[in-house]
C-alpha cells in the first residue's frame, strides 16, 4: 500500500467541521442552478461499486456526477460477478481506479470496507455505507438539510425516532449532531436504544452528558417517550439552558428524525407497535416548528397524508443530496478548494500487535470476513486512555489492551505495571488478555 | 399532489392528434443526423426507473436521451432493491425526480401505475409500459414508421394478426389507428380475439362499426382468416368505400401487423398453430405493397427469410424508435414548442365515491395493490351515459354507476329516477349496487 | 445479411500484425492524458451487451468509451431479460446496432456468437469474449502491455503457467505470441496443458516447433515444470539461438502469465496443488527480469505480498487496457486513421455444404444451439490441406473433409481420387464421412 496523497471520505470524521460547513456553502452554489456546471468535470468519471443493492444511493451520486459533466461506470450488484470468481475488494478497487475512473463509491456490506478501498486505491474512495460501520454522504445531506431549514446546527434540539440499535445513519447522525453542538433526545422503540458503544464515543469524544428526558405528548412516538434521554455535549458549546441535567423538559423540538426499522438486520424482534408520525404528531405543541426529517425508505413509520405538510422535509433530504454529493466531488477531485484545514490524522499502529494473536472483535468486520485472506489487521492506538484502546483501523471497533509485551523478550506485564510504562513504544505488543499473550508465545509476569 | 404544471405521456390520448403528427416532422428532422443534437438537451437528465425488466425499450430511451445530448441513470430492475424495502412508487419517484433527473421513463408490471408517477413526480413522466395498460410510445413508434413508409395513416388497411387479447402494444395501437382513420383487419389466432372491452372503446370514442370479413389468400395467417372482422371508424374519415358493411373483402392490405405470444400473461393456453409470416405469405396478390410490422421481440412468428424483403419493417420500427422518442422527450422537456393545441382534458371526479365503496374492477390495477396503503381512489364521470360510467383515474376500466346516493342525506336512487337527477352534482355519490351502497351505510329507496 | 463495409474484431486474426503495432503507438498516445479526449467520438453510442457478466471488461470498454467522449448504454445481463422472451442475438444486434448504437461490444457464453453479431450488426461489433472461442481485446492488452514493458514482442521468453487447457486468454495469447515471433514455455496444472487443437494450429499457422524445456528452479510453480514444454515460431523470426531442439534450457524468463483455475469450465476436477507465485517465485535467478501477468481477477495464484514488487503488472495490464480499448473504437468509428494495411481475408465457403450435412463438431458453438433456429452453416475452405479442412465460420472449430460429391450429380468421391479433384469448386459438396453422405442423399463411389 502506497500514499497516494488523496482524500477520501470513509467515516464522517475525515472532514474537519470547517470543511463541512464550507461545503455547504458550495452546495447552494451547485443547487441555485443544478444543470449549469457540466464543465466544472467533464473526463473525469466516477464508477459506483455496490456490492449490495442501494438504487436510492447510487443515482443520487450518479446524477450529482452526471450534473458536473463526467461520466458515470457502475457495478450495481458486484456481488454477483467478479466476485463470484473470488476477486477481492482490494484488488477489484486497484483495476477500477486504475484508469478505468478517477473517483470510487463503494458499498459494501461488511463493516470497514470503505477503509480497504481507500487504501489500495490510488483515486479518491467515497464510502457509499459499509455494514453497519458508516454512511457518510447521509450524514452531511442531512445535516446540510438541517442547517438550511433552521439556519444552524448549533443548539437545535433534535428528536431521534424508532430503530436507534442497528441503524448505521443514527449512530453517524448522532456524532455529527454533537460535534456541531446540537442536543440529542432519544425516543427508541422499546429494545431499539442506542448501543452502549455509540453512547461511550459520545462521552468521550464530545463530552455528552446524559439525562432523562420529557418531550410532552408526541402522539404516535408518546409511548417510547417513556425512555426518552437527553443527549447534551459539554463542548463545544455551554449548557447554559441546563443547570440541571436530571429531568430535562424539552418544549421546542427543531426536528424529529424517524427511521424505518432495519428488519433486514434484526435477529426476529417483535416491531408490531412501530411508532407513527400523522397529522396528530404534528399538532403537538412541541412541534409546531419541528422539522419531520427521515432517511427514506419509508415503510409505515409515517403517514402518508403529512407529505404535504411544509414541515415534511424527507423529500427535501433526498432532494438536497445530489448538490452536497456534487461539492463532496467537486471537492476530492481537486474542482474546487477549501480554505478550511483538514482534520488531525490518528496514528495508524501497524501490525506487530496483530501478528502477536489481536485481532478485531466485531464478526462483521472485513478483517474477519472478505480480507481475512489479504488484510494486515491494524489498529489505531489511544493510549492515554487506561486501559489504552485499540480501535480497529478498518472498522472502529474499540478493545481494550490490558496487557503489554515487549517484542523481543516475549514478557508481558499489566499495562499499568511499572514495567510495562518502561518498555519503548515502538517495542511494545498488546493483548487483550494473558491468554491471548501466551498463545502467541509471551510469558506473563507479575500477574 | 400539487399541480406541477408539466405534461406527461402516461396514455396515447395525452397527445393530440395535431401534435402526434408534428412530433413525426421532428423526429424526421432528428433522424437525419443522429449524432448532431448533443447540445440540444445538455445538463438534463433521463432517469429509467424499470420495475419490469425490459432491455429494449430502456435501451431506446438511454440512446435517445444521450443522443439529445443528457445524461442517463438507470435502475434496471427495481423490484429487487428499494422495493425490497418496502418503498411505494410514490415516494421512488418524489424522490428520484426531485433533483436527480429531469424526466422520468417508468416501466411497472401494475396497470395504472405510471398515472400514479406522473401524478407524484413533479417533472415530467413517460409511460415505458404499465401492467396491460398502455405502452404509448411503442404506439407512437409504430405510427411514425407506418406513416412514413405509406405518408399517410387515414384510410390504411392494417391487418391485425395473433394474439389481440393479451397484447397492450395492439390495444393502444387500435385505438390509435381508428383516431387517425385507418381501418383495421383482426386476424386473431383462435381464442386471441380483441377483448370486448376494447371493441366497446373503439365503438364509442371513435364510432368504429365491425363487419365481417375475407382477405383472400394470406398462406400462415389463412387459418385465422375465418374469424377475419373489419373494423372502420365512421369518424373522421367518411365510409365512402363501404357502402355495405355485412362482409367486407380487402384486395389490398398496407400493413400486417403481427405479434408473438404473450406467454408470460397466459394462463397455460395452447399456441401451437399460431400463425407464421413467410415467403409464402408475402407472395399473395393482397400483400403486394404490404409492410409486414412486428413490435419485437420475435419467437417464431415470422420467418428469418423474409427479413431482407423490402417490406418487411420490423427492425426499421425499432430504428425509427430513437428519432421518435429524442422528439418526445424534447418536446416534454421544454427544448423545443409545438404549433398544436393539447388534447382536453377529462375532468377528474375526486375521493368521495370512493370513500363510499367504489373500487377499481381491475385487479391488476395499481390501486387493488401497491397502492393501497396511499392511494385515493379517483374515477373519471362520464356521465353523459346511460348508466353513467366511472372510469378508474389510474387504469382507466370501466364501471357503471348503476345508483346514486346524496352525500349529506345517504340516500341512494336508481340512476335514472327523477330523484337521482335533481341531486347536485356535488353532492352525488355513485355506486355499482344496492348492496354496495347499503354497506357504505346509505339507505336505498325507489328499490 | 448484407457486407456493411465495416471492420469488427472478432478474432485477434481481424487486425493484421502491422495494424496491432501501430494501434499500440496510438494507444501511448491515449493514455499520454487520458482525460484530454472527449471531443474525438462526442454524438457516438457504444451499447454493450452482456449475455454473460463480467464487470472488468464492461467496465474498461465503458470507461474507454466515456474517455473518449461518446455515449454508453449498457445490457449487463442479457440472459434475464429479452433472452427470456426468446429473442435470438442476431435479432438483437439488429435493434440496437440499429440506430441505438453506433458500436457494439458483446459478450456471449456461445462460441462463435461474436461472428454472428457482426454479421447481422450493421454497426463494428467488438467480441468482448464467446464462450470458449476468443476474447481478442484481452490479447491486445497483454500485448500492449509486454510490448511497452520490453520494448518488443520478438524474441521474448514468456513462461504460462496454470490452467491452460480451458483458458481461452491463454489460446488467444498463444496465437499472438508465435505471430509476434515470440517464444513460449508451458507450465501447465498436471492436467491442464495446452488442448491438441491449439498445438496444430500453432504448427500449421505459425510453423511452430515444440521441444521439452527445463527452466531451472521456479519455486512456486516447480511442481508443475516436469511437463515443461518449448513452443518457438520458425517463422518470422530465424532460430538463431537454438540449433538443438530436443530439450531447450531457458535461462532467461520475460515474463510469466499466471491464469487461475478456469473453475466455471472444469468437469470437477481436482486442483488442491494449483501452482502460486510467491517471494521465493521471483527470487529464481532467471525471474530477475521478468515480469509478472494475470489476466485477472485472480483467486489464490498469486501471493498479495509481491502486488508491490516493480515486476508485478498484472494491476498495470488493466491500466492498459483502457487506453488501447479507446485506440481500438477509434480506428473501428473511423475516428482515426492507420497506415497499416488490414489482414487478407479468407474465403468464406457458404452453405451447399451445410445443406446437405455438415454440421460443426463444437457442441458449444452457436450453430449448436442459440442460432440453430435461424443460421446457415456456413465453413471456411482450406482446400491445399489434405485432406481439406473446413473451419466453421462462427467458432472455427475444424473439421476434415475427407470426401467430396457433385452438387448435381450427387455422386460422392474421397477428397484425393482423380474424380474428386476433377468436380469444379463451384459444384463441389463436402463430407466427413460415407454414411454423412449417404444420409444427404448421395452415391458413394470408388468407396
Known amino acids: 500500500m502506497i500514499d497516494h496523497g488523496k482524500r477520501d471520505l470513509v467515516s464522517i470524521e475525515d472532514l474537519s467541521t470547517a470543511e463541512i460547513l464550507e461545503l455547504f456553502h458550495h452546495a447552494d452554489e451547485f443547487r441555485a442552478n443544478l444543470t449549469a456546471w457540466t464543465d466544472l468535470c467533464r473526463g473525469t468519471i466516477m464508477a459506483t461499486l455496490f456490492f449490495e443493492p442501494s438504487t436510492r444511493t447510487r443515482l443520487s451520486f450518479e446524477s450529482a456526477m452526471l450534473r458536473l459533466g463526467?461520466?458515470?461506470?457502475?457495478?450495481?450488484?458486484?456481488?454477483?460477478?467478479?466476485?463470484?470468481?473470488?476477486?477481492?475488494?482490494?484488488?477489484?478497487?486497484?483495476?477500477?481506479?486504475?484508469?478505468?475512473?478517477?473517483?470510487?463509491?463503494?458499498?459494501?456490506?461488511?463493516?470497514?470496507?470503505?477503509?480497504?478501498?481507500?487504501r489500495y486505491a490510488r483515486v479518491p474512495v467515497i464510502n457509499g455505507g459499509d455494514g453497519a460501520h458508516e454512511h457518510p454522504t447521509q450524514t452531511l445531506c442531512d445535516l446540510y438539510t438541517l442547517w438550511k431549514e433552521k439556519g444552524r446546527l448549533e443548539g437545535l434540539e433534535v428528536v431521534l425516532c424508532g430503530d436507534l440499535r442497528?441503524?448505521?445513519?443514527?449512530?453517524?447522525?448522532?456524532?455529527?449532531?454533537?460535534?456541531?453542538?446540537?442536543?440529542?433526545?432519544?425516543?427508541?422503540?422499546?429494545?431499539?436504544?442506542?448501543?452502549?458503544?455509540?453512547?461511550?464515543?459520545?462521552?468521550?469524544?464530545?463530552?455528552?452528558?446524559?439525562?432523562?428526558?420529557?418531550?410532552?405528548?408526541?402522539?404516535?412516538?408518546?409511548?417510547?417517550?417513556?425512555?426518552?434521554?437527553?443527549?447534551?455535549?459539554?463542548?463545544?458549546?455551554?449548557?447554559?439552558?441546563?443547570?440541571?441535567?436530571?429531568?430535562?423538559?424539552?418544549?421546542?423540538?427543531?426536528?424529529?428524525?424517524?427511521?424505518?426499522?432495519?428488519r433486514e438486520r434484526h435477529a426476529g424482534e417483535e416491531t408490531s407497535n412501530y411508532p407513527r408520525l400523522s397529522r396528530s404528531t404534528l399538532g403537538a405543541a412541541a412541534a409546531k416548528d419541528a422539522r419531520i426529517m427521515h432517511p427514506l425508505p419509508r415503510v409505515d413509520e409515517i403517514d402518508y397524508d403529512i407529505d404535504d405538510d411544509p414541515r415534511s422535509i424527507y423529500f427535501r433530504q433526498a432532494e438536497l443530496g445530489v448538490p452536497m454529493r456534487m461539492a463532496l466531488m467537486a471537492y476530492l477531485l481537486g474542482k474546487i478548494q477549501l480554505r478550511a484545514a483538514r482534520p488531525a490524522a490518528l496514528a495508524v499502529m501497524p501490525g506487530i500487535a496483530a501478528?502477536?494473536?489481536l485481532r478485531c472483535r466485531n464478526e462483521r468486520c472485513i478483517t474477519n470476513n472478505e480480507g481475512v485472506r489479504?488484510?494486515?489487521?491494524?489498529?489505531?492506538?489511544?493510549?492515554?486512555?487506561?486501559?489504552?484502546?485499540?480501535?480497529?483501523?478498518?472498522?472502529?471497533?474499540?478493545?481494550?489492551?490490558?496487557?503489554?509485551?515487549?517484542?523481543?523478550?516475549?514478557?508481558?506485564?499489566?499495562?499499568?505495571?511499572?514495567?510495562?510504562?518502561?518498555?519503548?513504544?515502538?517495542?511494545?505488543?498488546?493483548?487483550?488478555?494473558?491468554?491471548?499473550?501466551?498463545?502467541?508465545?509471551?510469558?506473563?509476569?507479575?500477574?
Open 166 to 262: 442497528y441503524s448505521r445513519t443514527i449512530h453517524s447522525f448522532c456524532y455529527a449532531l454533537a460535534r456541531f453542538g446540537a442536543n440529542i433526545v432519544t425516543m427508541p422503540y422499546p429494545g431499539f436504544e442506542l448501543p452502549d458503544y455509540v453512547l461511550h464515543r459520545l462521552r468521550r469524544d464530545f463530552g455528552v452528558q446524559t439525562a432523562a428526558a420529557s418531550v410532552g405528548d408526541l402522539p404516535g412516538i408518546a409511548g417510547s417517550s417513556n425512555a426518552a434521554a437527553y443527549l447534551t455535549a459539554s463542548k463545544p458549546h455551554q449548557l447554559a439552558l441546563f443547570t440541571n441535567l436530571t429531568n430535562v423538559e424539552v418544549n421546542r423540538i427543531d426536528a424529529i428524525y424517524m427511521t424505518r426499522a432495519q
Open 355 to 357: 501478528g502477536a494473536g
Open 70 to 118: 463526467g461520466g458515470v461506470i457502475t457495478a450495481a450488484d458486484e456481488k454477483n460477478t467478479s466476485r463470484s470468481k473470488g476477486e477481492s475488494l482490494a484488488d477489484t478497487v486497484r483495476v477500477v481506479g486504475g484508469s478505468y475512473a478517477d473517483i470510487l463509491v463503494v458499498r459494501h456490506p461488511e463493516d470497514g470496507a470503505a477503509r480497504v478501498a481507500a
Open 374 to 447: 489479504y488484510l494486515t489487521r491494524d489498529f489505531r492506538l489511544r493510549e492515554a486512555e487506561s486501559p489504552p484502546v485499540l480501535s480497529c483501523a478498518y472498522c472502529e471497533r474499540e478493545i481494550e489492551a490490558r496487557f503489554v509485551g515487549h517484542v523481543q523478550s516475549h514478557i508481558v506485564h499489566r499495562y499499568n505495571a511499572a514495567e510495562a510504562r518502561r518498555i519503548k513504544p515502538e517495542n511494545r505488543v498488546y493483548f487483550e488478555s494473558e491468554a491471548q499473550a501466551q498463545a502467541a508465545g509471551f510469558t506473563c509476569q507479575g500477574g
